[in-house]
């Protein structure tokens, strides 16, 4: 397959249509090794639920969901819209409330690397950031504290692929200790989420 600039040329069909059938699906995953499950998990694969759903506490849950299927529209941004949406119709179909807030990201407690630092100080910066920031720089605010290179390296799609987990401050530093304890050494607090429209403010 060639990619030729169009996200549909990567699919070879539509959506949810793509998915591995169950059985198939569980007869791949049945020689993978599995790890004691956690009473605290509540929701896992074993029923094939739209979402996990992990115990924090007597009165809270975290519901998370991750799914996988094929573009079926060749703009980024109205594919990634279509993905939130599929996301959220997961966690209502766990009974649970998705709900919307502005992030307050703290730049300092962002884990970034030094060179990478140096470089984009230097208008060393692929272009995909300037892209990057003109599908989705109108939902961020950035403080006037912060310059151009500040945007680039956050913009950079290079420094994604990890994973941001949202979830009550009183049960952050229990999240924290369940991912340090999974080997996710690096996990810390960047930021706080308040009731508002979804705009980030770093």
Known sequence: MIYNGRLTSLSHGGGCGCKIAPGVLSNILKSSPVRQIPAALLAGNDNNEDA???QL???QAIVATTDFFMPMVDDPYQFGRIAATNAISDIYAMGAQPL????????????????????????????ASVRNWSGYGHEIQMSGALQAWHQNLLSDPQTSGGLLIACDPEASDQVLEIL??????NAKNIGTFAEGSGLSVV
């Not at 300092?108 to 990478?116: G, L, N, T």
């Not at 140096?118 to 272009?127: C, H, R």
């Not at 340090?180 to 050494?185: I, L, N």
Request: no cysteine.
């Open 180 to 185: 340090q304890a999974d080997g996710f050494t």
């Open 52 to 54: 996990a759903v992990y």
């Open 57 to 59: 506490n007597d009165h």
């Open 100 to 127: 919307f807030a502005s992030a307050q990201i703290q730049w300092d407690a962002i884990p970034v690397i030094e060179e990478a630092v140096k470089l984009v100080k230097d208008d060393v910066f692929t272009g």
